[in-house]
């Protein structure tokens, strides 16, 4: 007989955080949290580029630019460039090092129900509910893509890209200009206390509760 799985004790944590103080705006994050991605992927690169374990993440989610594109100074097409660039240096051939950047680029992840779920009750008992990513320009194409359109609302109205922001998490001006944009939604002006936060970074969620936000680090277990 099939037995279902708890909801990850994260999950728990932020409905207890919810019930227990005056929240009115829950903010998720998207990568390791509402998306997930097959951690087998970076394996199947190093393995399709033919160079050492660990080489292709270090040359696209590694990459010192991406810290400029997540914070509006580049784009996601610069990113690719300079990842192919990067494993051409450690010994890639180019056509093959373009073409395990775009197999990377080219991989959907996919939509955890669970956090989904929880996000939609959320709001369906009166919260304001928003995604912080720190996130590209290609964002609201992938998360089209996604069929996040409802959760992200009319012209992704519940959507805080750090590209779009200016700043990034866990810089504190990612979270205060953030908590601006909540400020101007239906949940009108809001004390920092009055958010609650789920993230799988312990540095993103460090810096919201140096912020005031009530974080969560998100995880199974």
């Known amino acids: 007989m099939a037995t279902s799985l708890p909801p990850p004790s994260s999950l728990l944590q932020l409905r207890t955080v919810v019930s227990e103080h005056d929240v009115r705006a829950v903010v998720s994050d998207l990568d390791g949290v509402l998306r997930v991605f097959d951690p087998s992927l970076w394996d199947r690169l190093d393995h399709h580029v033919g160079l050492a374990p660990g080489t292709a993440f270090a040359a696209i989610l590694g990459h010192p630019f991406l810290e400029e594109v997540t914070r509006g100074r580049g784009t996601h097409a610069q ?4 990842a192919v660039a990067e494993l051409v240096t450690q010994g890639a051939a180019p056509g ?5 950047v775009r197999l990377w680029a080219a991989t959907p992840g996919c939509v955890d129900q669970e956090v989904l779920a929880q996000l939609q009750r959320f709001r369906e008992q009166g919260l304001a509910v928003f995604v912080l990513t720190n996130g590209t320009d290609r964002v609201p194409w992938e998360l089209d893509q996604l069929g996040l359109g409802d959760v992200l609302g009319p012209r992704r109205r ?5 590209a779009d922001l200016g700043a990034a998490k866990p810089d504190r001006e990612a979270f205060a200009r953030a908590h601006e944009r909540l400020s ?5 002006p809001l004390a920092p206390a009055q958010v ?7 540095g993103h969620v460090r810096g919201a509760e140096e912020f005031g936000w009530r974080a969560v680090r ?3 277990g």
């Open 79 to 82: 990113w690719r460039e300079r």
């Open 96 to 100: 093959t090092a373009r073409e395990t």
């Open 158 to 162: 519940f959507l805080l890209n750090t």
């Open 184 to 188: 101007r939604e239906p949940a009108g």
């Open 196 to 202: 609650a936060f789920l993230d799988d970074s312990a």
């Open 218 to 220: 998100h995880g199974r």
